[in-house]
Each structure stands twice: as C-alpha cells, then as structure tokens.
C-alpha cells in the first residue's frame, strides 16, 4: 500500500517524546515510609560505613536533643541541615560517620514525674531515690524511642542502632570520670556562693533556665541610724535605702554608697498624712532622688543641711534596722561602684547572700555570709524572728518588726520585670549555698584557654566568634552542683575534719567501674560510702556529697564518651546547633574540654536562626500559628520540608506556614519535572551513544561548563559548612539554564532528529551526565526523591544513589572563553525572543516556529554562531544576520509550509515525493527507522 496525498500520514508515532515509568506526582507522604523500609532492609548505613573505610573522616558531633515531647519544627531543622552536611561530606569523598545523641538527665523530666505524682496525690520525698530515678529513667527512654522514630521519619540517616545517651551506664560513667579530672587537677572547689535558686524546685538554676516576667513586688524604705562617722553633723542621722526585696533585710550586713554621688543630708520639718517618717528626723539621700523620695515617703516641708560626697562616709558605721531585736552587729558603710541614682535613695543595702554584687562586696571587705533562708525559701534559724515565715510571704512581718523598731520609712509595691523559673515559671530568689564550682582563673586557666581556642575556631556565621568570646570572658566560675535526683552524682566525699574535699584517683576509678556497671544508681545504694572510700578510711569521717552534676556539664562531656570511645577523631569537624547555644552547649562543651583536653572539642561551630511564623512572629499554642513537623510530613512529605530547609539562610531566622510550604511545593514539582523530563528524553540511552567532549557542540559544552562551576560550588560548601544559596542555585540552574533554554532548544533535535544524529546522541551525552549529577547533587537534600530518579534510570535491588559520590567533574570542561561567548548570546537571544513574543501578542505567529527572524549585529559579533544554530537557539525555522552599529532584532514569518512531523516551517516542504508533508531532515529520520 502507498502513502495516498489525499490522505496525510499520521507521523506521530515516528517521534522520540520522552519515556518513563517516573511518575508526575511525587506522592511523597506515601512514598517515603516505603523508601526507609528499603533502606533499613539494604542495612544502607552499614554499607555505606563499611565501603567508606579508610577515607578521610568527617565527624560532626551530634549535639544532644533533650529526651522530653515530640519534636519541634526546630528539631527538624537542626536535624535536616546535619544531614545535608553529613550526607553532603560523605558523597564529596569522605567517610561522614554521625551518631546521634540524647540528653536524658536533668530537670524538666524530674519535673515531669513530680507532676505526675501531684496529680496522683503522691509525695515525692517518700519516694526511695532508686525508684524516683527509675521512674525518670523509663520516662526518657519513652520520649527517645518516640523522637528516634521521628527524626528517622525526616530522612535522617545516622548510627541510629548505636545512638548514645547521657543516661547509658558508659556515659555515666565517662562523666563521673570527667568531674574526676577536675577534682585531681584541683579546679573544682566547694564554695558559698549567691545562686538563681528556685524555692519550688528546690535546687539552683543556671542562666539558661531562667526567663524574665512581670512581677509585683512589695518594697520598704529603711532607715540606718549612723552610729559612728567621720563629720559629727552625721552622728544620730539616718541613711535610708530602698529595696523591692524586703525579706533580704534579716540578710543585711552593710550599706554601699557611690563615692562622687552627691547626698543631701536633710531635717524633716513635716510630714504628709500616713507618712512613717517623723519631725526631727535627719535623713540621708541622695540629693539627685529627693523628689522622688519626698513623693514615695511622704515628706513634707524639710531642709537640706548640707550635701555632702558619698566618699565622707568612708568608715561610717550603722545600725541595723532591726537593731535590738536579734540583729545587734554593726553594718558599715562601703563604696560600691555599682551603686548609681537611677532609682532608689542612691543607697544599696548589702545582703551578701543575696546578690552577686552584695556577695563581691562583702567578699572583698570580709563580711559574714549568713544562710538566711532554706532551699524551700523559708527563713532559717539565723533571721531571728522570722524563722519558718515563706520568704515572698515575709513582707509584712518584716514591716511590723522594723515599725516596731521605728525604723521603717515607707512601704509600697512595684511591677517590675523579674527572674523566673522557665519550668515551673514561679519567681526565684538570690540566695547563698554552698555549691560546687569549676574555678574558670585557677592554675589551670580554663578561661585563658578557652578564649585561646576560640581564636582557633573556624566560626559559621562568624559573628558567633564574639559572642561566644564576650560570653566567656564575662562568666563567673562555673557553678555544677544541683540538688536533685535524676542525673550523675558529683562523686566526691569531704573530710568532715578539714572540709576539703578527698582528691584520691583510687576513689574515681571504682566509682567509674562502678557506674560503667550499674549506672550512676551505684552512688545511691546502701554501703556506697564504703565501696567507694575503699579500705582503711572510716566513712563517718566524710560527707558524701549528693549533689548531682548540672546537664550542661553532661552534655558538655559528650565528646568524651562518644569519639574516643568510638574510634572517631577528636576534636570533631563540626559542632551545629541555633544560635542560642552560645550559652548553652558551645559553651559548656569548650570550658568542659578545654579543662580536661587543653583544647576545643570541635574545629568548626555553626550556628542557625530559630523557625518562626510567615508574619515573623514566635510559634505559640495561643497564636494558633505552630507548623509541626509531623503535620508536614503527613502533608507534604519529608523532602519539603528538607528543601524549605535548604531553601532558607539558615544564619538568619527562618519562616514557615501554609503559604511558604505550598511555595517549597511548587519548587519541588518543577524540579521534579526537569528530573521526569531528564528520565523521559533518556529512553532507551545505551554507552554506545556517548560522544567524546571534543565532539560535542559548543552548547553541549557550555551545559558542561555550568557544571564545573556548581561543582565547585557544592564542593567549597563541604569544606566551608557554609551552605547559604547553594541549593537555590542548583533550583536556578534547573529552571534557568535547562529547563527555559537548553531543554527546550534540544527538544527538536531529541525528538525528531534521526536517532543517530551526532546532535542528538551529543544532547543525551549530556543529558546522561545531568541525570547522575542532579540526582546526586540533590541525594543530600532530597534524600527520597533523587533516590526515586536514580532508582528509575538504573533499578537495582541492591542499588542507591546514597552510595554514591558526587560525580567527578574532568577540569577540562571548565572554558571561562565559552561561558563568556555564550553569556553573550542568550543577552543577543533575548533581543530575539522579545520580536517574537510580540508577534506572538499580536496573533501573528502561533509559535516560535512559524518566524524567521533577523538579528543585526555589528560587525565584530556577526560571526558569533552561522544562521542554521541561531535559528536552533532561537527555535525558530529560519534566521538571517544583518549588520548594523548596535544589535537589534526584527521579526519575519518563515516562508513555506509546516512540516507534519517537527512543525518547523520550511520551503523545502512538499518537495518530496514520498513524504510530501516533512521536511528533509523529518523525511530522512522517518526513511531510516526507529
Ligand atoms: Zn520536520
């Protein structure tokens, strides 16, 4: 049978349209689970361990998520961005081993089974110890079972069978030994010091524990008759002070003024109704705040006498306020320089339990240290009478005691911002105990070092150098002691003869052996003082101390029992957590090895902004604007929320909700189609197909270029751990340069060219390349669908594109003359393109292949690319050069018909014989055969 004219051929199946089973739609929420059940059956960590042996390492040092909730959009950030550098080192060459922490011990869990006791009305205090930490113990192991899951569901790869824990018996024990380091090097000493402590949880907190909220508090006005000063006009007058901490008052034992603050020694001639200050009294203020004393106390008509400079009151001695009821010491008056006119009378009084400067200034001039109050903030037997009284319950008792005493000048109540606890938000108090510190100034120069090492440190962003620096250099020494139960007990015993503690190795290596064997409940079990004093010392010579260590030494330590210990390389690569922990793991984690190492634990530090809403507001129940993870899992999937990661700067705070994940999900569909499209045109690609570089056309070899650049690109990242932008190249790459300009110029030449023309076989040379290297580049990031895009092209029941490396890129496609040529003409191209849109608007041309533009050109460019390839990179079906002194593009129409087959439109068309409807090149490639 011959082809009828009457009847045109239908050429459609004579064209080679991408083919492929990789579906449109991700469907990534059922997708996902299927791939990690693959990859746990292929043991993918294990092999990827095993054939990475003997590569250079890479360690980052997880830095452990507290055991306590489901995880948190900010987990799952944290966790994602390890990944992608984790995974990210390991495809770039290196053996990238990651083994995933947990903080177990500490307060908020002890918190929580206390909570569960109120609500089933039982004591803790009757709880044996062993039990309570039982309890906490099962509690923890439940929340890390349930955040292992979790962090596994966002595509996290890792040593997830071998994770450690603060609370495995190894950690224990390499902690205890840790603490063992610094009670035999002599930094860790026992001390009275003022502390954040929390009445209702009973113990001390430490700075990150705190938040700041409104408080009101119930203030005094005190008068402190001089006794003794230097002038005799001031014998018999009264300094006054305020402060919005009355029951600090039985606490008292001096009085600090500014040395150049001007006060005004002042006669009362009259007072207001209610005023507690009396005629005759002559009153010392400082002179900046009268007005306002005059106000709060209620002064009435009055003379100043004289004013005087605070340095006059050097040597000046006082009376205590509550003088003649139990308080019958002298306080005397000390300048202070932190004493200031902001507000108040210009007058501080001193309790050196109950304030850092109160406690430095009375160090400084040897002052007692009374312990006023009890870890449940009652009033002890040393504030005569008020012992028992709830300290934030002592106000009015305090009132009555120094109206009794004719001291007490004016009461009132203020709202001001105050510290609270962050876990049981009641307020906390200052107050002196003796707790165990690291001394950050000792021989041992923790504090020298650290800044030392801080220099050392590569810092990403580097204005985390600064801030870990100036937190640092400001710190007092480091208070470990907390008086609870759950987590590792200082092990140490003090001689109750000299009151030093017992520096003896012998006692740290059995306590060590010990909780390697039975955790640190070893430290809590009957006889513990003699198994661990050992042979020939009496355990009724030393107090065991009870104490537990604070988590941040614990988690601080972590590097000590999980590289070391696991062959891995100290100090780590890398240490990556939000920019919060400056203060917190960062910091606890360098004074913590620079006291046992000399150095830092880490080389690199890198720190990410906090997730917030898309208005830029915190996350909050109350809001109703929290995005879970888990919500976006089961929405979008995992690699959304991976590529919203990448997506990100991450240096900066980051933003989410529903319209910024419905954008990463568009972004996401367009990168899958170039993937599809990629899989599609790949039909059917054999080896023998491939062209030499030296044979494939300059636009070929301008794809390859681009490749050495983002090459260059992802690889200076890995070494740098800075990833700003690297992924929304690679998205720019796809959509810019593929997808909008080389993709669719070579779709004529893919699909209607003769299968062996050396135009198409150069274009799937390229394609095959691109193929390996997106889905390679996008393996750390789009961990479930690069594998999907890789598994299409090359199946293999065994096979994944996580062990791979990324490509190896041949130096010589980089040709900086070509990019520069070719930069040059997509600028000339979209001179053409916009002649064409026009004469599109205007419904003169369906489409590009309908025109047969000119360009004009000056001389030097005419020669840039014949006509036949300008036509090719315009996609048009014809194209002439002109000449002109500036380029300038003008449409035309393409003479002759359309070709049934390509759509190009050609005069050649209708000339042939057999296949009167195609082109020459269509009529050929259809004579040939599939
Ligand atoms: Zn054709």
């Not at 006794?227 to 600090?248: M, Y």
């Not at 009376?319 to 202070?336: I, K, Q, T």
């Not at 003169?844 to 000056?858: H, K, N």
Request: some cysteine.
């Amino acid at each position: 049978m011959t082809d009828s004219p009457a009847e045109p051929r239908d050429y459609r199946g004579t064209v080679f349209l991408p083919k492929t089973t990789f579906p449109m739609k991700g469907d990534l929420p059922k997708r996902e689970p299927a791939m990690l059940e693959r990859w746990a059956r292929l043991d993918l960590w294990r092999r990827l361990r095993a054939q990475s042996k003997g590569r250079e390492p890479f360690v980052l040092h997880d830095g452990p998520p507290y055991a306590n909730g489901h995880l948190h959009i900010g987990h799952a950030l944290n966790k994602i961005l390890k990944d992608v550098i984790n995974r990210a080192a390991q495809m770039a060459g290196k053996d990238a081993d990651y083994v995933p922490g947990w903080d177990c011990h500490g307060l908020p869990i002890e918190w929580k089974v206390e909570e569960e006791y109120r609500a089933r009305g039982r004591d803790k205090d009757a709880v044996p110890v062993l039990d309570f930490r039982a309890e906490c113990r099962a509690y923890a192991t439940h929340w890390l079972e349930v955040q292992r899951e979790e962090f596994i569901r966002l595509g996290v790869a890792g040593d997830w069978t071998n994770r450690y824990a603060t609370m495995d018996f190894e950690s224990e024990a390499a902690i205890a030994g840790e603490i063992g380091k610094f009670l035999l090097n002599g930094s860790l000493y026992r001390g009275l010091r003022p502390v954040m402590w929390s009445p209702v949880e009973k113990t001390a907190l430490a700075e990150a524990e705190i938040e700041y909220h409104d408080h009101v508090s119930p203030t005094l006005h005190a008068k402190f008759r001089l006794l003794k000063a230097g002038a005799a006009d001031l014998v018999g007058a009264d300094v006054v002070i305020w402060t919005t901490t009355p029951w600090t008052i039985p606490g008292n034992r001096a009085v600090a003024y500014g040395p150049e603050i001007d006060y005004a020694l002042v006669h009362v001639e009259g007072v207001s109704e209610g005023s507690l200050l009396k005629v005759g009294d002559r009153l010392l203020v400082a002179l900046a705040l009268l007005p306002a004393f005059e106000k709060e106390a209620g002064l009435g008509a009055h003379s100043i006498r004289r004013v005087l400079k605070g340095a006059e009151l050097a040597g000046a001695i006082a009376a205590h306020p509550l003088r003649g009821a139990g308080y019958d010491f002298d306080v005397p008056l000390l300048a202070g320089d932190f004493v200031t006119t902001e507000a108040g009378t210009g007058f501080v009084h001193i309790a050196p339990g109950h304030g850092e400067d109160d406690f430095n200034l009375g160090r400084a001039h040897g002052l007692p240290i009374p312990e006023t109050v009890n870890d449940d903030g009652t009033f002890t037997r040393h504030a005569p009478g008020f012992e028992g009284l709830h300290v934030f319950k002592a106000h009015t008792a305090i009132y009555e005691a120094m109206r009794g005493c004719g001291t007490l000048a004016a009461t009132g109540r203020l709202t001001h911002s105050y510290p609270h606890s962050w876990r049981s938000k009641k307020p906390v108090i200052f107050r002196a105990t003796p707790q165990w510190f690291i001394a950050m100034d000792d021989a041992n120069a923790i504090r020298a070092k650290a800044l030392d090492a801080i220099a050392k440190t590569r810092f990403v962003p580097e204005a985390g150098r600064n801030r870990l620096a100036s937190m640092i250099a400001a710190r007092p020494d480091w208070c470990i002691s907390r008086q609870r139960a759950w987590g590792v007990p200082i092990p140490v015993f003090v001689s109750k003869q000299s009151g030093e503690p017992l520096r003896d190795p012998a006692i740290i290596e059995r306590v060590v052996e010990a909780f390697r064997a039975e955790g640190a409940d070893a430290w809590y079990k009957p006889g513990a003082a003699a198994r661990f004093l050992g042979p020939g010392r009496d355990p009724a010579q030393y107090e065991q101390v009870m104490d537990i260590v604070d988590v941040w030494f614990e988690s601080g330590s972590t590097h000590a029992f999980v590289l070391p210990p696991r062959g891995l390389p100290f100090p780590a690569d890398l240490y990556l957590e939000g920019s919060d922990q400056h203060r917190g793991w960062f910091h606890s984690s360098l004074l913590e090895s620079v006291g046992t190492n000399g150095v830092a634990p880490f080389k690199a530090v890198l720190t990410h902004g906090f997730v917030l809403d898309e208005q830029g507001r915190k996350m909050s129940k109350s809001l109703g604007n929290v995005t879970a993870p888990q919500d976006v899992l089961r929405q979008y999937g995992a690699d959304i929320l991976r590529l919203w990661v990448m997506n990100s700067d991450t240096a900066l705070d980051l933003r989410i909700g529903p319209e910024i994940l419905k954008q990463q999900a568009e972004l996401y569909r367009r990168i899958r189609n170039t993937l599809r499209w990629l899989l599609g045109s790949l039909d059917g690609f054999t080896e023998a197909e491939t062209l030499p570089y030296g044979e494939l056309p300059e636009l070929e070899r301008w794809v390859l270029h681009r490749l050495t650049e983002l090459d260059r690109r992802i690889r200076t990242a890995v070494e740098s751990h800075d990833w700003t932008g690297v992924y929304p190249e690679i998205h720019h790459f796809c959509a810019a340069d593929l997808s909008a300009f080389y993709f669719d110029i070579r779709k004529d030449a893919l699909y209607c060219d003769h299968a062996d023309s050396p135009r198409r076989r150069a274009c799937r040379t390229v394609l095959d390349i691109l193929h390996r290297c997106l889905c390679t580049w996008l393996a750390p990031v789009l961990v479930f669908s690069a594998e999907e895009a890789w598994l299409a092209r090359f199946p293999d029941e065994e096979g994944s594109v996580h062990l791979l490396d990324f490509m190896f890129i041949p130096e010589g496609w980089k040709d900086e003359a070509l990019a520069a040529k070719w930069a040059r003409i997509r600028d000339l191209r979209g001179l053409v393109t916009a002649e064409l849109e026009k004469a599109r608007v205007a419904g003169v041309i369906g489409s590009s292949l309908q025109a047969a533009p000119a360009l004009a050109l000056p001389p030097a460019e005419a020669a840039l690319l014949p006509p036949e390839q300008w036509a090719e990179i315009c996609i048009t079906s014809g194209f002439a050069i002109e000449e002109a002194a500036a380029p300038a593009a003008r449409f035309a129409p393409a003479p002759g018909a359309k070709c049934a087959r390509c759509w190009r439109v050609l005069p050649e068309v209708g000339a042939s014989a057999r296949h009167p409807a195609l082109c020459r090149r269509c009529e050929e490639a259809v004579e040939a055969g599939p």
